[in-house]
């Protein structure tokens, strides 16, 4: 299953257009799940246990964010596996997640806001893509989810929760 807001609706779905396609090719069928409001969470995850899904990936929005222990809670309650795109989900209780180093991209972004306060012109500045991403698993979660994580998979993490 796949849980997101539903902001910038081009974005969405070509998103989804791309997990289906990765779905398809893994032999996986997945179902997307937009909330827009704190309360449609519990229907969406009644749908994932009426899917009989096996887990669950999050999208990062600022919407996800401040509503992350409903999702991080409703997750644990179903016992369905939650990844997410930032390690900030992780800690207090999500499976695992693979993204970007939030602290590394907020530097580079002051980098980007001096140099426009030292007048460059921001359609001067090249646009970077993140080059380090970080896998963070939370071993706590996947024991009470009944989970063994392969330990080829411990070895690749950046950090393991205990």
Not at 13 to 32: F, K, M, N, V
Not at 84 to 103: D, K, T
Not at 124 to 145: G, M, R
């Amino acid at each position: 299953a796949d849980l997101t807001d539903s902001a910038l609706p081009q974005i969405r779905a070509r998103y989804d257009q791309q997990a289906a396609i990765a779905a398809r090719s893994l032999g996986i069928e997945a179902h997307t799940f937009i909330v827009r409001r704190a309360g449609d969470f519990a229907p969406a995850f009644l749908g994932m246990k009426k899917n009989h899904d096996q887990g669950v990936v999050v999208a990062s929005a600022a919407f996800m964010f401040v509503h992350r222990k409903a999702v991080i809670d409703l997750a644990a309650a179903h016992r369905i596996p939650a990844i997410f795109e930032l390690q900030v989900f992780v800690e207090p209780g999500g499976l695992m997640s693979y993204g970007v180093n939030a602290s590394e991209m907020q530097q580079r972004a002051a980098v980007y806001v001096d140099r426009i306060l030292k007048g460059a012109k921001p359609a001067d500045l090249p646009i970077e893509q993140p080059n380090k991403f970080e896998l963070v698993i939370n071993l706590k979660t996947a024991k009470a989810l009944g989970l063994t994580v392969p330990q080829s998979l411990l070895l690749r993490a950046d950090q393991v929760i205990q």
